[in-house]
């Protein structure tokens, strides 16, 4: 990074701080806990997240969202709230950043949310910057678990990110949007294509046996 000074370009510094000095990091809620038994008159109903629902493209596909009925009003602690980042426990990692078409979901123990106390970060970029084969790679190393390795949110408060200014983080985080847009495109068309083959060929087939 440089800025400009007395038509000379100065090199600046690029500055990085941990996640954990500019955000709340916590698991999610065990489901059980507040599930609402059966036959229980009064129950508070929402969608919650699956680890279906994370596309490893870096959105949440609501399809594969699951109905989750409460025996209270949940607090927000619990909750996906706009500006929110969540990042799955286990591999591939992924981390979506939440704005107003995916708030108010549940958030489960398989997830963690990352929670900004401050205006330094955009989401956006630090979903972008979670979701880096870098990062990734640092995570997978750092993760516990033989079977499942799953990430510390230890781990995530002391990873450093690098801060740099608002607006390049803007421009870095509409780029992001738009080639998660592009990849979302992309795998409905695809997913409408394999459904048209898909009866296409089942057609054929009942044909075939009409014919015989």
Known sequence: MYQ????????????????????????????????AEEGELKKHKYKALTLKSFNSEGWIDKKYLDDFESFENLDNRYLCLKGDVVIKLTPPYTAVSIDDETKGYVVPSQFIIIRLIDKMLIPEYLALFLNSDRVKKHISITATGMTVPMIKTGTLKELEIPIVHKEKQTQIAEVSKLIIKERHLLYKMISEKEKYYQA???AMIMEEKENE
């Open 200 to 202: 296409l060929t089942e």
């Open 4 to 35: 400009v000074k007395n038509n000379r370009k100065v090199v600046l510094k690029l500055i990085y701080k941990p996640i954990g000095t500019h955000a709340d990091i916590m698991v999610g809620l065990v489901l059980k806990r507040k599930e």
